[in-house]
């Protein structure tokens, strides 16, 4: 489906919501385009050419690159409006500061301590905007005595404990393939946003007419730590340090990927009814019956079993083939989709999940669709990723000198 000319057929859920964007690369932007993706307007401060650069966000420059720029940015800078200005200088100072009088919403991930350095602190911006609402996003929080540090999702994901489990027992961790420790900061930055958002339509009154504001600060490896469920409780109780386990899921079962003749498929037969019918469904119907393996603590005992039980029928049968089967029997089954397996597949397709932007040179990308979606007011890409300073005469001219 091609939307690059197609405007929204409702009003989106964020329409009039003002927001400037200063952050870089994946978190803030990441953030950025989600508020896009459902009507706010975006305004993204870009810095010039210097020092022989090419001037923008890094990510402009980042992987697979046609006539010089990302095709990623269609993705992570769609619905948004590029401003180049310098805010090393007084000048570029003292212009953002009046966008961000006139703003809702402002994103930074830049290293704590660099607005403040910059005088342009919340509490300075706050006195001329009491309502505004500052998501700040970096890798160890605004406190803490690791807050000066520089922080990457790579290193937020070890921090958070996420690196620590991925990959294969006794062998190096691995990473997941993508910044998980930058998307998950930035859902975390947009949940926060929201958060405030309400907060600041509560507490509207006569001496505050757009109500008050508030500072969201999102640290990398808390998010990631935000989604390591049972992580910590088991250490705290039982002293249990959890474990890397490939592609099984320790303490649940039957959960893992298994070999078929023709490639691999995951199976997530850990409840007990599905369980059972994956049982029959590969004609073990011993298993299925066993009253020692009709609950989850029972099968966790005798996983290897379960596992190699699975894994002797799957083995000698096409993917395609034990996905009807186990389809036709409700068990969660699936293929390991690759990025053409995605392109090729219909339900991506039904539910608009694969969109197709171009580019000013008529390069057509096909990106990902919005998410979630809603019924009433849903979200939309309205306009293609800009070239750098493309809006910055049509923005500033809005703005009083």
């Known amino acids: 489906m091609n939307v690059a000319a197609i405007p929204p057929v409702s009003p989106q859920a964020l329409a009039g919501l003002k927001v400037i964007e200063l952050g870089q690369l994946i978190a803030g932007p990441f953030a950025g385009k989600t508020l896009a993706d459902f009507g706010a307007e975006v305004i993204k401060i870009e810095p010039p050419a210097a020092d022989g650069t090419t001037g923008g966000d890094p990510l402009r420059q980042w992987r697979m690159l046609h006539n ?4 990623w940015w269609q993705v992570q800078s769609r619905n948004k409006h590029s401003v180049v200005l310098d805010l090393r200088t007084d000048e570029g100072r003292a212009t953002v500061r009046r966008l961000i009088d006139e703003a809702d919403v402002l994103i930074e991930n830049f290293k704590p301590g660099t607005l403040e350095k910059w005088g342009m602190g919340y509490e300075v911006l706050s006195r001329s905007n009491p309502g505004l609402i500052m998501l700040r996003v970096s ?6 005595p690791y807050r000066d ?6 290193v937020a994901e070890a921090m958070g404990g996420m690196r620590y489990l991925n990959g294969e027992p006794g062998r190096p961790p691995v990473r997941a393939g993508v910044s998980l420790g930058d998307t998950l900061a930035a859902l975390h930055g947009v949940i926060g946003v929201l958060l405030a958002l309400q907060a600041r339509h509560a507490s509207v009154s006569r001496d505050a007419p757009k109500g008050l504001g508030q500072v969201v600060d999102v640290a990398l ?8 469920e049972s992580l910590l409780p088991e250490y705290s109780a039982f002293g249990a340090v ?3 386990a490939g592609s099984a899921l320790p303490g649940i079962a ?3 990927a298994y070999p078929c003749a023709d490639g691999m498929v995951v199976i997530g037969g850990n409840g007990d009814s599905i369980f059972k019918r994956l049982m029959i469904a590969i004609g073990r119907d011993d298993l299925a019956t066993d009253p020692q393996l009709a609950g989850n603590p029972g099968r966790v005992l005798r996983v290897a079993e379960i596992d190699a039980a699975i ?12 996905l009807d089967v186990l389809n036709a029997a409700s068990v969660p089954v699936g293929r390991i989709y690759t990025a053409a397996d995605i392109a090729a597949d219909p339900h991506y397709q039904a539910r608009e999940m694969l969109l197709s932007v171009s580019t000013p040179d008529g390069l057509t990308v ?7 979606k809603l019924s009433r007011t849903p979200g939309a890409i309205t306009r293609r990723a800009p070239e750098l300073g493309e809006d910055t005469d049509a923005v500033l001219s809005r703005i009083q000198p």
């Open 366 to 372: 096909q990106v990902p669709g919005i998410v979630p």
């Open 149 to 154: 540090r520089p922080g990457f999702a790579v």
């Open 311 to 322: 894994g002797a029928w799957t083995s000698v049968r096409q993917v395609a083939q034990v």
């Open 68 to 71: 010089g720029t990302s095709v």
């Open 242 to 244: 959890r474990q890397p």
């Open 254 to 256: 039957p959960s893992n």
């Open 221 to 228: 490896y808390e998010s990631v730590f935000n989604c390591m």
């Open 139 to 144: 890798g160890y929080g605004q406190t803490g």
